[in-house]
């Protein structure tokens, strides 16, 4: 049987918010997508429930969490993107619960965004069947973003984001985008934004020496460039970057 084509993502949209669990989790998961919203007039911003800090064994958390953070910044700035906030929940041990839907819906009623972007909330990567085991703190992130983007439109869920922090309600979320999905409805031309996907990539230099001991840009350049041919042939011929689109209005 063969997999149906993937429909373009909406573009009639202003703002966007991508939430992630870690650095470079949008650089490889979706970059290429981000640079041409930019590139469009598009705004973006990311916000990471984490710095990353327990991802690198021979660096201690108390020095990584500061590096990821700056290497994520400069990452995002490659494909257009200037706002990155980090929450400061715990790498590696990220809970999903009300404290997290609560931080993701603050953030949420902050920027106000149409779009919201996350990350593969499923138990596993690629097939469903077979695939590899995805980690807890990508399955709570995920998950919570797909909650939040509803509780920051109701007063009555976390309503001391409106009486402490004056985080007035938002109900204009349209869409919540999940990047890395097996079952991927939407899709976006990859080619405008791939080679700033590849230095967004790039620019996680320490954790890239200690994940691969290839040349940093021809892994780079050889993950990222695989990935979006094998939507191809579902987007039209175009490399894509794919994504499962919930609507929610």
């Given at each position: 049987?063969?997999?149906?084509?993937?429909?373009p993502m909406?573009?009639?949209?202003?703002?966007?918010?991508?939430?992630?669990a870690?650095?470079?989790?949008?650089?490889?998961?979706?970059?290429?997508?981000?640079?041409?919203?930019?590139?469009?007039?598009?705004?973006v911003?990311y916000?990471?429930?984490?710095r990353?800090e327990?991802?690198?064994?021979?660096?201690?958390?108390?020095?990584?969490?500061?590096?990821?953070?700056?290497?994520?910044?400069a990452?995002?700035?490659?494909?257009?993107?200037?706002?990155?906030?980090?929450?400061?929940?715990?790498?590696?041990?990220?809970?999903?619960?009300?404290?997290?839907r609560?931080?993701?819906?603050?953030?949420?009623?902050?920027h106000?965004?149409?779009?919201?972007?996350?990350?593969?909330?499923r138990?596993?990567?690629?097939?469903?069947?077979?695939?590899?085991?995805?980690?807890?703190?990508?399955?709570?992130?995920?998950?919570?973003?797909?909650?939040?983007a509803?509780?920051?439109?109701n007063?009555?869920?976390?309503?001391?984001l409106?009486?402490?922090?004056g985080l007035?309600?938002?109900n204009?979320?349209?869409?919540?985008?999940?990047?890395?999905?097996?079952?991927?409805?939407?899709?976006?031309?990859?080619?405008?934004?791939?080679?700033?996907s590849?230095?967004?990539?790039?620019?996680?230099?320490?954790?890239?020496?200690?994940?691969?001991?290839?040349?940093?840009?021809?892994?780079?350049?050889?993950?990222?460039?695989?990935?979006?041919?094998?939507?191809?042939?579902r987007?039209?011929?175009?490399?894509?970057?794919?994504?499962?689109?919930f609507?929610?209005?």
């Open positions: 049987m063969t997999d149906p084509q993937l429909e909406p573009d009639d949209w202003e703002r966007a918010l991508a939430v992630v870690h650095p470079d989790d949008l650089e490889y998961g979706c970059s290429a997508a981000v640079a041409g919203w930019t590139d469009a007039g598009k705004d911003t916000l990471l429930a984490s990353g327990a991802g690198i064994d021979t660096i201690a958390p108390v020095e990584c969490g500061p590096l990821r953070e700056r290497e994520q910044r990452s995002a700035a490659v494909v257009g993107v200037s706002a990155v906030e980090f929450l400061g929940h715990r790498d590696g041990v990220i809970e999903y619960g009300p404290a997290l609560r931080d993701i819906a603050a953030a949420i009623r902050r106000r965004p149409e779009l919201v972007i996350t990350l593969n909330h138990d596993t990567w690629g097939p469903v069947v077979g695939g590899w085991w995805s980690t807890p703190d990508h399955r709570a992130v995920g998950r919570a973003t797909l909650d939040a509803g509780d920051a439109g007063r009555w869920i976390f309503p001391e409106l009486t402490e922090q007035q309600p938002w204009g979320v349209r869409w919540v985008a999940v990047a890395g999905s097996s079952t991927p409805t939407h899709a976006v031309d990859a080619t405008p934004g791939l080679e700033r590849v230095r967004s990539l790039m620019e996680h230099h320490t954790y890239l020496e200690v994940l691969t001991d290839k040349d940093p840009e021809d892994y780079c350049r050889e993950f990222l460039t695989g990935n979006v041919r094998q939507l191809a042939p987007f039209g011929g175009l490399p894509a970057v794919g994504f499962e689109l609507p929610r209005q």
